[in-house]
Nanobody, 120 residues
Framework: QLVESGGGLVQAGGSLRLSCATS????????MGWFRQAPGKEREFVAA????????FYADSVKGRFTISRDNAKNTAYLQMNSLKPEDTAVYYC???????????????WGQGTQVTVSS
């Protein structure tokens, strides 16, 4: 089970930190990813982190602004979002899988999503 939290309404230029608490699997052997879906658009990759945390990957649109991290002792993954823009507005989903990747099909478990709204 994956449960996201931390979404909300923020002004452009602001920051939010999303959390994804997991249960029911060996978190320290699980790759984690964040995806987002804006109204009328397809779900898109945001960031991913390997099970050890040694490797991270980002979409070009968020590189330099977002940081993915994990705390294996807490079975939780995070997405720190800085310098937020209105175009970052979307429902954000965390996902868990065996391999680290940027494709939704590579992940076998998904959270329910958390809304992030960035006002201009």
């Amino acid at each position: 089970q994956l449960v996201e939290s931390g979404g909300g309404l923020v002004q452009a230029g602001g920051s939010l930190r999303l959390s994804c608490a997991t249960s029911g699997r060996t978190f320290s052997r699980t790759a984690m990813g964040w995806f987002r879906q804006a109204p009328g658009k397809e779900r898109e990759f945001v960031a991913a982190i390997s099970w050890s945390g040694a490797s991270t990957f980002y979409a070009d649109s968020v590189k330099g602004r977002f940081t993915i991290s994990r705390d294996n002792a807490k079975n939780t993954a995070y997405l720190q979002m800085n310098s937020l823009k209105p175009e970052d507005t979307a429902v954000y989903y965390c996902a868990a899988g065996v391999v680290t990747g940027n494709r939704a099909a590579q992940y076998d478990s998904w959270g329910q999503g958390t809304q992030v709204t960035v006002s201009s």
